[in-house]
Nanobody, 127 residues
Framework: QVQLVESGGGLVQAGASVRLACAAS????????MGWFRQAPGKEREFVAA????????NYADSVKGRFTISRDNAKNTVYLQLNSLKPEDTGIYYC????????????????????WGQGTQVTVSA
């Protein structure tokens, strides 16, 4: 079983930046497509960003495009999410997810595609 551990969340003011990291266990990290999702209180978990196994292709939700950047370092078994120009509506629990098959890029935005999930890290943006 692959374990994903997120870190970097916290309390920040609007306009600030945060960088989240997700460390994965095992030897197969470079074969996984990776994604970030977030969930606000009372709402469903929503797609934020995804990156293919090689890192050459990324996908972003319209709400974060231009502000957030997903990246990965396969040598470190880690995927990152840089959150810039944060808004109060960005507040939520951010989850890292891994698609072990690493294929069917068209489904990268779907929660059902991912096999492993981290515990989540809270990002709170104050006005």
């Amino acid at each position: 079983q692959v374990q994903l551990v997120e870190s970097g969340g916290g309390l920040v003011q609007a306009g600030a930046s945060v960088r989240l990291a997700c460390a994965a266990s095992g030897r197969m990290f470079s074969s996984y497509n990776m994604g970030w999702f977030r969930q606000a209180p009372g709402k469903e978990r929503e797609f934020v960003a995804a990156i293919v196994r090689s890192g050459i292709t990324t996908n972003y939700a319209d709400s974060v495009k231009g502000r957030f950047t997903i990246s990965r370092d396969n040598a470190k078994n880690t995927v990152y999410l840089q959150l810039n120009s944060l808004k109060p509506e960005d507040t939520g629990i951010y989850y890292c997810a891994a698609d072990r098959q690493g294929s069917n890029w068209a489904l990268a935005t779907k929660r059902e595609r991912y096999d492993y999930w981290g515990q989540g890290t809270q990002v709170t943006v104050s006005a």
